[in-house]
């Protein structure tokens, strides 16, 4: 997409933005903020600032919004102006099928509420690892970017990786870890990557597994080590069995529809065996006893979680960073389960269950004052037991995705509580992201030293080339006097040898 850039060096946010694409009308709209235009994207609209926002609906025609760009200040001098960016626009196109016509199903294929990349930001300032991600292109160059970040973002940014925060666990935090969550949930969607047909992912072909960790490590900067490889892929497979039940509850209807009418409701971008695979596996005694199992284990939950996408990490990470502790899993389950009212779920057991914990605590400090556990060790404790009975689960609760028992317990808890724990450190994070501006630089100094030699042997041969049509037009002239003598052209054939010796060497 040609896009042209235009700055006053006084006033970063007085930018012009222009970008020309066929398929739809110009329109214009405005925005004071560096717009990055997402590739490979059959859209079109022309940027002027600072006029009259403009957005564009589904029917290509033009709306005006009241939306005004805003500038915010920020209080410290040191630190550059953040420009938040307001319009939206939004462009839906029919789907193809299979045999390639358009479907009546629509689909979004451009929606331009950015992130926007933040210039100039001192290295000196820290920046909030919530708000903001770290990003690294090509050339080593390192910039923070805030915003809504979108996995159809990560797609279009080519060449540029997203810096991911793990904690202790290695589980991703912060935003860049809920970017790469997002990203790896929309690659499970991909046939190419995820073939809906596999029920099981311990049967998913290697290779398949090879190209995601090689495409999730292409677009995020993720620690070496195969623990971080393992996750990748054990998200994925948990991902592919989320899309998975979601086309079940979209389009497996046994109660309405016959099972030739399910097998023609083909998802777009999957092909018609894998679909038809997929049904014959939910029609199948196994797949429907799965199903059973899963819905009454729904149904037998004694406690719901209220925090949507947000993940158990990143809830401990947020209060670790404003109480410098680590919450206990009493903490941890109250936050998780409580909604924005302060209540908690009906029909739920939630409530009763902490005051049960909250009793059981103040009564063993009453009857142990003298004890020389830490009351969050206690609160451990009797959570686990009143949680768990005397049975320690596989997948303990209040750590999230990805922890086991093992994890969390003996030895590996012991070195964890006392800062040997398998997780990278923010300081170690930041240090490989050092290493890595330093081998993308040297890299891009080698690329550049050999385009340098191949330059300048190209030149070499052109001018021996321009030499040797000199020479040869002068012996051409001679022999054509027909008065060369024999010798002259031993001559000619001996230069001509020297030449072509000259060339290949190049």
Known sequence: ?????????????????????????????????????????????????????????????????????????RTSSTLPDIIEMA???????????EEGQGTEH?????????HRVIPNWPDEVEFDENELVLTIDTEGNHKPVRGSIQPHDVWDAKGIKYFVTFNQF?????????????????????????????????????QYKVDIVKLIRGHFVIPDGDYYDQGILKRTGKSLRQFQHHLKMKLFKP????????????????????????????????GKSLSQCGKEARENQNHIHTTGPMSYANIGATFEEKNKREPSLLEIFERTHKKKDGTYV??????????DVEASVYTELAFNPSTSKHRLQIEDEVF????????????????????????VSGVREILRKDGFGCGEDNTLAFEQLKKALVDVTNENKELVKKQEDLQTKYEEGNLLLQKMTTQFGQILDIFSTGKAPTEFLNVAKSVLNMANTQVFSI
């Open 1 to 73: 997409m040609p896009l042209s850039l235009e700055t006053n060096s006084t006033q970063p946010h007085n930018l012009k933005c222009t970008s020309t694409i066929s398929s739809i009308p110009s329109t214009k709209f405005s925005a004071s903020a560096p717009f990055h235009c997402p590739q490979n994207r059959n859209t079109s609209a022309q940027f002027d600032f600072p006029q009259n926002q403009r957005s564009i609906t589904s029917s290509g025609s033009p709306q005006t919004t009241k939306l005004k760009p805003k500038l915010v200040n």
């Open 106 to 114: 629509e689909q979004k294929v451009f929606k331009p509420k950015r």
């Open 255 to 286: 109660a309405t529809l016959t099972k030739e009418q399910i097998y023609e409701a083909v998802p777009s971008g999957h092909p018609r065996d894998s679909w038809i695979h997929l049904v014959d596996y939910w029609y199948s005694e196994k």
């Open 384 to 407: 686990k037991k009143l949680m768990y009975g005397e049975e320690a689960p596989k997948r303990p609760l209040g750590y999230g995705y990805g922890v086991k028992q093992s994890d």
């Open 170 to 206: 290695h589980q991703p935090i912060k935003k860049g870890g809920h970017i790469l969550i997002r990203f790896i949930g929309d690659v499970a969607k991909h046939e190419r990557f995820c073939p809906i047909r596999e029920t099981n992912w311990h049967h998913v072909n290697a």
């Open 346 to 355: 009906k029909d739920t057991q939630t409530e009763n269950f902490l005051l």
């Open 87 to 97: 319009p939206t626009v939004e462009e839906t196109s029919s789907a193809p099928d």
